[in-house]
């Protein structure tokens, strides 16, 4: 039984962008990079709804959010290390 290939997301970007540049047919980009030509239509329709993302000022939030939900995490985590080393203590671990 034959292995699925997997692509970089580098390449899948670049194969995308010269698909959306017209330059070339979807059969000979398929031909040029050895790939099946609705791999890269659907590589061209992911580029082509996420590029709305690229522009909006969310991505600028959401980051600012992960920050603090990761600063947030690491100091539950904190507070439970303190918790269990106190507990083992307590019981003689």
């Known amino acids: 039984m034959a292995k699925r290939r997997s692509f970089s997301a580098q390449f899948k970007a670049r194969v995308a962008l010269e698909a959306l540049s017209g330059a070339y047919t979807m059969a000979e980009l398929a031909a040029k990079h050895d790939v099946h ?3 890269i239509a659907q590589w061209k329709r992911k580029v082509k709804e996420s590029l ?3 522009f909006s000022k969310k991505t600028d939030r959401s980051e600012a959010a992960r920050e603090a939900e990761l600063k947030e995490l690491h100091a539950k985590i904190g507070q ?6 106190f507990l083992s203590k307590a019981f003689g671990r």
Not at 80 to 85: C, H, K, Y
């Open 37 to 39: 030509p609705n791999m």
């Open 80 to 85: 439970l290390t303190v918790e269990n080393d």
């Open 52 to 54: 709305p993302e690229v």
